[in-house]
């Protein structure tokens, strides 16, 4: 008994220089993170705003930028279909956002709470159809889609993408949705809720950092997706911003209008990535305390 | 297997009930027509000849000549390195990051709002990226390299056979970290703190407490992110096309490239969906050998 409590005493020294070299790990771990992250899209910002010709005529990069110009910008916006690229490009991504987050949370939902007759076939048949080509996959839409008379249309992109896209999302919230107890949505029935409201008020906010990765999973596919866009239309003026951009990039157009497109087409995500970052933040404190 | 018991107790309302069906039934068509469809379709494709115009039977015909094909045990042998490696990089990283961040000190969050930016950057983009970071006169790294005095002149990280496939894995890594580190990172934060305090309590060090807390809690999420990430590499297509195109060489030739050129430089369609089906019966059979050996009851759900 004095024997454990001596152990304990010593014990307890050397922990918390442990804990020091855990901080200072966790650190550099950090550090390393940001670097990794951060430097790569610090070098597209900096050559989009250069002058035209600036990275081949001297040779050097600077690392602090001696002149800014707004030049790659302006010829981009005033010369190019690049406004039209990014309105197309916003109408795809919203709507995949919607329709694929509403699908992976119904069918999420769906999974967890209901027993039904196919309910394997149907779960490994989701997994089935992440196992093949994407490639393969896209001439017979190509064909659906030309049947259906909706080719060069957004609404198709939107309906292939989804399709692309649930297999992954459909998991993810299946897996959300395992996590919170039944007991949970019982108590509202007890208390009069009905189903509906039980899953609004009391399932939805809980799995909502899970609906949010799947927003975010949803807008990433829609905003990003080059081949099926490619395939499915046809009409310059419905393009993408990515088919956009490799449209405007086969013109042998040097790094900085490369850059300067690379930067358009992240704007939205950034500012994406802000606005969910608030959502991401829920929870974070829990582990401070330790 | 309690919650569902408790789920069949209750019944839906009767409106709700209709509105249900109804959503059923679009969603069943809709998985119908945009999943069931084009599968069966590419199977069907990887029978036949001429598969557009006037369609043949040539049983597995189409199969015995990808097999055959002079790219084809290269395409494989590239995918598998591509795939294994990426997952696993990204999927490290993704948990080293992930666990750093849970730590909860000052820079995680920033960190973790800056790790969201490369998985959000279209692919276009990604692949300019690098190739101006590798370039051998312009590029960042070949300066910071040289300057560092690891290297007397700058490398064609694209466009040399040794260091192409490392600069795709790089690339490719770099965005699909994040991936992971998010679904990990949402998956730590639902552990209970109260845990790690008795731990710390009875005086467990970092690693035990990683393996006896941290480790049985993230286990199915984190085989889970290696399966499915796993499986999307090896269908992997737009990153590899954009930057290298399968080359130099051939050396960054994957199969769903290979696909790419067999329907669309070639045009055999019917080729294309057989090296196709072909890759999705290994990933199946490969799929079945993860989830046996891992315990499936636990991983699997179904």
Redesign the interface.
């Known amino acids: 008994m004095i024997a454990a409590v001596a152990d304990?005493v010593t014990?307890?020294v050397p922990?918390r220089t442990?804990g020091r070299v855990?901080?200072t790990l966790?650190?550099l771990?950090?550090?390393l993170?940001?670097l990794?992250?951060?430097?790569?899209?610090y070098?597209?910002l900096l050559?989009a705003f250069q002058p035209t010709g600036a990275?081949?005529s001297g040779?050097d990069?600077h690392i602090i930028p001696q002149t800014i110009s707004f030049e790659n910008f302006t010829e981009l916006l005033t010369e190019t279909d690049a406004l039209t690229y990014t309105y197309n490009s916003i109408v795809v991504t919203v709507g995949v956002m919607v329709l694929a987050t509403t699908?992976a949370c119904?069918?999420g939902y769906?999974?967890t709470?209901?027993?039904f007759r196919g309910?394997?076939a149907f779960?490994?048949?989701i997994?089935?159809?992440?196992?093949?080509?994407?490639?393969?996959?896209a001439?017979?839409?190509y064909?659906?889609f030309q049947s259906l008379g909706l080719l060069n249309s957004h609404f198709a992109l939107v309906?292939?993408l989804?399709?692309l896209l649930?297999p992954?999302n459909i998991?993810?919230m299946?897996?959300y949705f395992?996590?919170v107890?039944?007991?949970l949505e019982?108590r509202a029935?007890i208390e009069g809720a009905?189903?509906?409201r039980a899953v609004r008020d009391v399932v939805l906010p809980i799995a909502r950092?899970?609906i949010v990765?799947a927003a975010?999973f949803s807008?990433?596919a829609g905003?990003?997706n080059?081949?099926l866009a490619q395939i499915v239309l046809s009409d310059s003026e419905m393009y993408t911003?990515?088919v956009g951009?490799?449209l405007l990039?086969g013109r042998d157009a040097g790094?900085e209008t490369?850059?300067s497109?690379?930067v358009l087409?992240?704007i939205p995500?950034?500012l994406?990535?802000?606005f969910?970052?608030r959502y991401?933040?829920l929870?974070?404190?829990?582990?401070?305390?330790? | 297997m309690r919650e569902r018991l408790g789920a069949d107790r209750f019944r839906w309302e009767s409106p709700v009930l209709l509105l249900g069906k109804v959503a059923l039934a679009l969603f069943v068509g809709f998985a119908m027509l945009m999943w069931l469809f084009p599968i069966l379709y590419g199977f069907w494709a990887s029978v036949h000849e001429n598969v557009v115009a006037s369609a043949q039977f040539v049983g597995l015909g189409n199969y015995a000549d990808v097999i055959a094909h002079d790219l084809f045990w290269k395409a494989l042998n590239n995918t598998v390195v591509f795939a294994v490696v990426t997952t696993l990089t990204s999927v490290g990283l993704g948990l080293l990051f992930a666990l750093a961040v849970n730590q909860g000190i000052r820079g995680g969050s920033l960190a973790r709002t800056l790790i969201l930016f490369p998985y959000l950057i279209p692919t276009v983009v990604i692949a300019f990226l690098w190739q101006f970071m590798l370039n051998q006169n312009t590029g960042v790294v070949n300066e910071l390299l040289v300057g560092l005095g690891v290297l007397d002149e700058g490398i064609r990280f694209f466009g040399t056979t040794e260091w192409a496939m490392p600069a795709v894995i790089a690339m490719s890594t770099w965005v699909y970290a994040a991936f992971a580190f998010f679904i990990l990172l949402a998956q730590l934060q639902s552990i209970d703190g109260a845990l790690y305090e008795r731990a710390t309590v009875e005086g467990a060090n970092a690693w035990e407490k990683f393996r006896d807390i941290t480790y049985p809690h993230i286990r199915t999420t984190l085989l889970l992110v290696v399966f499915l990430r796993g499986i999307w590499l090896f269908n992997h297509f737009d990153l590899i096309f954009i930057a290298t195109r399968g080359g130099p060489i051939n050396e960054t030739l994957t199969i769903p490239l290979l696909i790419y050129r067999l329907i669309f430089r070639e045009f055999s369609y019917g080729q294309g969906a057989a090296l196709g089906s072909l890759l999705f019966f290994l990933l199946a059979v490969g799929a079945v050998v993860y989830f046996k050996l891992l315990d499936r009851g636990e991983v699997g759900a179904g």
């Open positions: 304990a014990d307890a922990q442990l855990q901080r966790t650190y771990v950090i550090l993170m940001c990794l992250t951060a430097v790569p899209l070098v597209m050559v990275v081949f040779g990069l699908i119904i069918s769906i999974l709470r209901f027993e309910k394997t779960s490994r048949s997994l089935l159809s992440y196992m093949f080509s994407g490639i393969v996959l001439v017979p839409f064909i659906l309906l292939g989804t399709a649930s992954l998991w993810l299946w897996q395992e996590t107890p039944i007991s019982e029935w009905s189903r509906w950092p899970g990765t975010i807008f990433s905003w990003n080059f081949l911003l990515p951009a490799a990039l790094w490369a850059m497109v690379s087409i992240c995500p950034f994406i990535a802000l969910f970052q991401l933040m929870g974070i404190n829990i582990g401070e305390s330790g």
